[in-house]
């Protein structure tokens, strides 16, 4: 009896992989391919955003307004991206390169990303002003009450004063300075015992400025030598951002 048609013979053998076997095969194949290029690609992803650390190379605007106060500032300077928004808040957080008080960007990332030259930095945060005086202005009716001992030759010209132990400054010197025409400088720091043990934030001081802004920054003992330059730039800066409101055109009269 004549075997089936179907099954091979030596002259026409079935194929080692059937059609169906070899199409699932080839889209396995595809799906591979992209799976890996996704995974390369979302691994670079993952890499920027990780050497990013919080950081931002956008220099989009946002408008911000604190009390009665409204600020443009670019993203690259605003320090915590959940501040990145427009629109009112209590606060926000900035930090800057000095002297040429910058943001962050690709050409100065390592003042931002390595410690050892954290230095560079100045940070600062704006609020609603809630004391009548700045630092300067408690020096004479709070500090002065605060300090015990005599004052003594502090770094780059400063005078130094110890504060009272109960004074809740612990281990904080105040320093100070006379200006021209204005009340005295005044910032309180942490002094190390010597320069390579500074800290990028151990000094700290704030300013009025604005119509209702306080201006709290801190920075480096170790640019003591600038705290007047310090000063002026963060000024500067904050001032040059301010949104000012039109000037009101009046109603002509009749």
Not at 33 to 55: M, N
Not at 175 to 190: S, W
Not at 199 to 225: E, M, P
Request: charged share 20%; aromatic share 8%.
């Amino acid at each position: 009896m004549a075997l089936s048609s179907s099954i091979a013979t030596s002259d026409n053998p079935l194929p080692l992989l059937s059609r169906r076997f070899a199409f699932g095969l080839s889209v396995l194949i595809v799906l591979l391919l992209v799976l890996t290029s996704a995974i390369a690609l979302g691994g670079r992803w993952v890499g920027q955003r990780l050497s990013l650390a919080g950081h931002t190379l956008s220099t989009e605007t946002y408008d911000i307004t604190i009390g009665e106060d409204s600020l443009r500032l670019a993203a690259n300077t605003i320090r915590f991206p959940s501040e990145r928004v427009d629109g009112v808040s209590e606060r926000v957080d900035l930090y800057l390169t000095f002297p040429e008080m910058q943001g962050y960007s690709e050409a100065n990332r390592l003042n931002f990303n390595d410690i050892s030259r954290s230095s560079s930095l100045v940070f600062l945060q704006l609020s609603q002003g809630t004391m009548s005086r700045d630092m300067s202005g408690r020096l004479e009716p709070i500090y002065s009450h605060l300090m015990e001992g005599r004052p003594f030759a502090g770094p780059n010209g400063l005078t130094a004063h110890r504060l009272r132990a109960d004074a809740g400054y612990a281990a904080e010197t105040l320093l100070t300075a006379p200006r021209p025409g204005k009340p005295d400088y005044v910032v309180r720091c942490i002094l190390p015992p010597t320069p390579d043990k500074a800290t990028a934030g151990d000094c700290q001081r704030d300013i009025k400025i604005g119509n209702d802004l306080s201006l709290l920054y801190r920075f480096s003992s170790t640019r003591l030598g600038d705290w007047d330059h310090i000063d002026a730039a963060l000024q500067q800066f904050v001032e040059t951002r301010l949104i000012k409101a039109p000037a009101s055109a009046g109603v002509p009269l009749p």
